[in-house]
């Protein structure tokens, strides 16, 4: 099983940025995906950025394409979120996790950390 502690959220206003830190123990962190998801209020939580192991698989939500780059680094057991040109509907908790992509490379989330507060706003 694998713990994680997210950072870095915070408020921001709109069209400004902030980076969130995911920072990993109980496994080697690079045999694993790393993901980040997101929950705004009243809504179900959604994916938003998956990146694999090694760092070569990245994937995006189209709702964040352009704006937001995922990144790990394997040596410090961390990955980051760095969200740019940020909108008010990027508000909401925002999870990283553990987990793997299947046979069809789509990532599949498990182990979770538990959460942080990103607010955009003016």
């Known amino acids: 099983q694998v713990q994680l502690e997210e950072s870095g959220g915070g408020l921001a206003q709109p069209g400004g940025s902030l980076r969130l830190s995911c920072t990993a123990s109980?496994?080697?962190?690079?045999?694993?995906?790393m993901g980040w998801f997101r929950q705004a209020p009243g809504r179900d939580r959604e994916f938003a950025a998956a990146?694999?192991?090694?760092?070569?698989?990245?994937y995006y939500a189209d709702s964040v394409k352009g704006r937001f780059t995922i990144s790990r680094d394997n040596a410090r057991n961390t990955a980051y979120l760095q969200m740019n040109n940020l909108k008010p509907e990027d508000t909401g908790i925002y999870y990283c996790?553990?987990?793997?992509?299947?046979?069809?490379?789509?990532?599949?989330?498990?182990?979770w950390g538990q959460g942080t507060q990103v607010t955009v706003s003016t």
């Open positions: 996790n553990g987990g793997v992509f299947d046979a069809y490379d789509d990532y599949v989330p498990a182990d």
């Open positions: 109980g496994r080697t962190f690079s045999t694993y995906a």
């Open positions: 990146i694999s192991g090694g760092g070569d698989i990245i």
